[in-house]
């Protein structure tokens, strides 16, 4: 096979230690088995109302079924969509909610004066 990204599985903070060719950019783990257990240790630990990984997985980004992350990973969105998506997941749980709402909505004015001038041709 040729193509593809070398990672390294993520599902522990050490990883799995294997080492696997990536079809897509976003994916961390080797297999569907790894992408559960990864899945089952992040709802374990905010059952358990712990922080867990704070710097990997941060609780105000661990608040549903799918890290924000994973999210913005998966639909692939550019980097100021990924910041709507970001800061509209945290402003209830990081302590300032004005403050992360305003920085929503400064990407997402940011993003729709792209759109527009992609959509006219004059993309600055």
Do not use: W
């Not at 240790?41 to 990984?53: C, I, K, L």
Request: glycine residues 10%; proline residues 2%.
């Amino acid at each position: 096979m040729t193509g593809g990204f070398l990672r390294e599985c993520m599902v522990d903070e050490g990883g799995c230690g294997v080492a696997f060719t990536a079809h897509r950019r976003d994916m961390k783990y080797c297999s569907s088995a790894c992408q559960k257990r990864a899945k089952v240790r992040r709802m374990r630990t905010r059952q358990q109302g712990g922080t867990g990984d704070v710097v990997n997985h941060p609780p105000h980004y661990t608040t549903g079924q799918i890290e924000c992350l994973d999210y913005i990973l998966d639909q692939q969105l550019n980097y100021c969509a990924g910041q709507v998506v970001k800061y509209v997941t945290r402003y209830r749980y990081k302590g300032q909610p004005v403050q992360d709402l305003q920085k929503a909505h400064f990407y997402l004015k940011r993003l729709l004066r792209d759109v527009q001038a992609e959509e006219d041709g004059s993309m600055k």
